[in-house]
C-alpha cells in the first residue's frame, strides 16, 4: 500500500475537481451533474475521513466484506457504492448497507436482490452493469442482451434501476477508451426511447486515468481512486 499524507488527499481531491470542472466546460455540462466517488479500496478509515473532510461523501468499495468493517466507524452521512463483483451470498449486506449498487448483471442476482429488499422494506436502487470489452475478467450484461435484461429487471417493485456501468478494457490513451463511453451512453438512450416514462439519469463510467473522457461522453458517476488516495 502506498501510503498519502493526509494533507495530500486534500490537494488532490481539488485537482480532480479541476480536472472535472474542465471537462464539464468543454462538454457544455454543469458541474452539479457528475458526482466524484472516491474509491476507498484497501485503504485506511483515516483516508476516507480526510475525503470527507474534503466534502466528498459518495464512497466506493469492491468487496463487500471490506466496506462492512469500515461503515460502523465511518461519518454517518456517507453514501456507499458498490462497484465490484457481487457474489449472490453478499448480496444480503449490500442490501444492507449500500447506497448504490452498481453491478447487477444478471436477473437471477436482480431477483435475489429484490427479495432482500423486500423484506427490509425498502427499495434499492441499482446499476446495470454492461460489459463492452471481451476480457475474460470483466462481468456484465452483453450489450445484445441488455434490453431484456432491463425489460425484466425493471418489473421488480424492489429495485429501481438508475442507468448503467462499465468498465472499459484499460488503454494507456484516454481517447481510445471514448468509444466505450459513447456506447454505454447510446446504450442507455436505446433503453430510453424503448421505455420512454424511464427515467435513466445515470451512467457510472470513468476512473481516475480517463474520467474527464468519460465526463465529455455523459458520465454522471465517475469512480476515482488513485488519483485521490495514491496507488494501492
Not at 48 to 69: P, T
Not at 106 to 112: D, F, G, I, N, P
Request: charged share 25%; hydrophobic share 45%.
Amino acid at each position: 500500500m502506498n501510503d498519502v499524507p493526509l494533507s495530500a488527499i486534500a490537494e488532490n481531491v481539488a485537482a480532480v475537481r479541476e480536472r472535472m470542472a474542465a471537462a464539464c466546460r468543454r462538454a457544455g455540462r454543469p458541474l452539479a451533474e457528475v458526482t466524484l466517488i472516491a474509491v476507498s479500496k484497501t485503504k485506511p478509515l483515516v483516508d476516507i475521513q480526510a475525503a470527507a473532510d474534503c466534502g466528498i461523501y459518495d464512497i466506493g468499495e469492491n468487496r463487500v466484506q471490506e466496506a462492512l468493517a469500515k461503515i460502523p466507524h465511518a461519518p454517518p452521512q456517507l453514501r456507499w457504492h458498490l462497484i465490484g463483483h457481487l457474489q449472490s451470498n453478499k448480496a444480503k449486506p449490500a442490501v444492507e448497507h449500500f447506497h448504490l449498487i452498481h453491478t447487477v448483471d444478471s436477473l437471477a442476482l436482480a431477483q435475489r436482490l429484490d427479495r432482500l429488499a423486500r423484506e427490509r422494506q425498502k427499495v434499492q436502487p441499482v446499476l446495470l452493469q454492461v460489459k463492452l470489452g471481451d476480457e475474460a475478467t470483466k462481468s456484465g450484461v452483453v450489450p445484445t442482451a441488455l434490453p431484456a435484461l432491463y425489460a425484466a429487471v425493471r418489473t421488480l417493485p424492489n429495485l429501481h434501476v438508475r442507468g448503467l456501468m462499465t468498465i472499459p478494457p484499460f488503454c494507456p490513451d484516454p481517447e481510445d477508451v471514448r468509444p466505450y463511453f459513447r456506447h454505454l451512453r447510446e446504450l442507455r438512450d436505446a433503453l430510453q426511447s424503448e421505455f420512454p416514462s424511464d427515467a435513466l439519469p445515470e451512467l457510472s463510467m470513468g476512473m481516475s486515468h480517463d474520467f474527464e473522457v468519460a465526463i465529455e461522453e455523459g458520465a454522471t458517476l465517475i469512480r476515482v481512486g488513485t488519483a485521490i488516495f495514491g496507488s494501492r
